[in-house]
């Protein structure tokens, strides 16, 4: 019953919506260079295999790269805006400001900035799309910790940091779990405005550019499912932690 | 007069800082209790009840006034305390057992692990819930979660157990099913006892005294002492006696609400 739904159930699913694309592009007579369908992408990949597998680890490493410096960062920043009502006050604004502004007009600064420092930059960019929701999801987590449960250490003579380790950090870790998973796709996404923006050949990115240039739109298509395909790899990763480290709070 | 009490409130008045002001909460409160005694501490609703558990825990100080315990100034918290709320406060990523044993990991013991989780395993079976040691806290009902916030309060063998309110959030019968047990482990497992709550019945049935508080600020309006001892049944709430307290604590009670004028007869019902 279990493999039934877990694997039977979605894979049916891709198939079924597999079909559904490939006879939505026949009935409409859709040309590739409007719409691509599988048919005419699955050669695309064994034409290109090996640059899909470069491109596509070098797309992978960079966004968990960003994405592990997101952790560190958000988890930090997170932890000082829940402790301290003035860091949150302070910070807040700036934080929301920063986020307001659309990564794909920072591309080009960070390009000039650190220019040819390629794998930094790319990195750089999936860490700053990325931090904003786990900094803030600590931070609520943290901040919104009932009395209580600081009081049942506190009066024994907890420490602050005792009462951190014991209770506030487990306590937040579904909050933090639930911006991890908004965090990895926005990292993704991060990655990709860099290799696509400003294009230095590396990564799945820069191998849609060239599909791009050359008019090869079926290598453009198979690249965006390439995408979506580490998305969902990257994706139960993090489903895969959160069960063996919060997988209290999951109710089945 | 024999020795100090063992709780010993002494003339302690507390202002907390709000947004809209200063907001006096305790005015010049008295309030002392003999070792081994259970004072039940009842009043209007935001008279500064929980502030007074929080002053005996060691988590604030007063502004004036001083708070002894054990013939000890308390300053800051003492892990002769033990303390439980109306929220079980669980911890959902522990077992039941893991989170009885929680205070062991903070108050410093000569003990071994091993007898520790004894202890705790003693506790949990005192209180009936043998058997669900190892389930998670979402696997027990809000009573059963509340014995088990109790073994919590009392498994590093505090001499003083505060409840806040621990029963004020379960239906009737769960809630008195919870006043006996008290009865039952206070006899294994002696405390001086220190009982906020909001159910005149309650306090009768457990405690030895019960303080009726002032409206804020408050200080200590009433004293009852209730003449029955030791472990009683349910039975002992429907007598003519527990009737007269009943009625004699809820004209307090009105009083500090400003609903009856102070000083005017305690007329039944």
Redesign the interface.
């Known amino acids: 019953m279990n493999l039934v739904h877990k694997v039977v159930v979605p894979a049916a699913a891709l198939l079924l919506f597999l079909v559904l694309w490939e006879a939505l592009v026949w009935v409409m007579g859709w040309p590739n260079y409007k719409m691509a369908s599988p048919s005419d992408i699955w050669p695309a990949y064994v034409k290109y295999a090996d640059l899909f597998l470069i491109n596509s680890w070098q797309t992978l490493w960079r966004t968990v790269a960003g994405l592990a410096l997101a952790i560190v960062f958000g988890t930090a920043l997170g932890m000082v805006m829940g402790f301290s009502r003035i860091a949150r006050e302070g910070l807040y604004p700036l934080l929301v400001g920063f986020n307001a502004i659309p990564k794909a007009t920072v591309v080009p600064i960070v390009a000039l900035m650190f220019v040819g420092a390629h794998d930094f930059n790319t990195v750089l960019i999936a860490f700053m799309i990325s931090f904003f929701p786990i900094a803030v999801s600590v931070s609520i987590g943290l901040s919104t910790l009932?009395p209580?449960?600081r009081?049942?250490?506190?009066?024994?003579?907890?420490s602050k940091v005792?009462i951190f380790w014991?209770?506030a950090l487990?306590?937040t870790?579904p909050e933090f779990f639930g911006a991890l998973k908004v965090a990895v796709t926005l990292a993704f996404i991060g990655t990709n405005l860099m290799e696509i923006v400003s294009p230095h050949g590396r990564g799945l990115g820069a191998l849609f550019d060239s599909g791009k240039t050359n008019s090869d739109y079926p290598l453009m298509f198979a690249v965006l499912i390439a995408l979506a395909a580490l998305g969902i790899l990257l994706y139960y990763v993090v489903i895969a932690l959160e069960k063996a480290l919060?997988g209290?709070?999951v109710?089945d | 007069m024999g020795d100090a009490p063992l709780i010993d409130i002494k003339h302690v008045s507390h202002t907390f800082r709000t947004k809209s002001g200063p907001l006096q909460v305790l005015d010049g409160l008295n309030l002392a209790v003999e070792e081994g005694g259970f004072c039940a501490v009842v009043g209007p609703s935001g008279c500064g009840k929980s502030t007074l558990t929080r002053l005996v825990a060691g988590l604030m100080i007063p502004d004036e006034g001083e708070v002894w315990l054990h013939g000890q100034r308390v300053k800051t918290p003492r892990s002769t305390v033990g303390m439980a709320f109306q929220n079980p406060v669980m911890l959902e990523w522990r077992t039941i057992l893991q989170n009885v044993m929680l205070p062991m990991e903070i108050v410093p013991t000569k003990t071994t692990k091993k007898q520790q989780e004894e202890r705790a395993r003693y506790l949990l079976a005192l209180v009936g819930l043998e058997g669900f040691e190892d389930k998670r806290p979402s696997e027990l009902s809000g009573g059963m979660r509340q014995r088990a916030s109790l073994c919590r309060a009392l498994v590093h063998q505090p001499d003083v157990l505060i409840l806040d309110e621990p029963f004020g959030a379960l239906d009737a019968f769960t809630r008195e099913d919870l006043w006996q047990t008290m009865h039952q482990v206070k006899e294994k497992e002696p405390f001086t006892g220190l009982l906020i709550t909001h159910d005149l019945r309650e306090s009768i049935f457990l405690a030895d005294q019960v303080v009726v508080l002032s409206g804020r600020p408050a200080h200590a309006q009433y004293v009852l002492d209730v003449p029955m001892s030791g472990p009683r049944d349910l039975d002992h709430l429907y007598t003519h006696e527990a009737a007269e307290m009943l009625t004699i604590l809820r004209h307090q009670i009105e009083i500090a609400q400003g609903r009856a004028p102070a000083g005017s007869p305690a007329e039944p019902a």
């Open positions: 009932e209580e449960y009081d049942i250490l506190a009066a024994l003579g907890a005792t014991k209770i487990p306590k870790l919060a209290w709070a109710r």
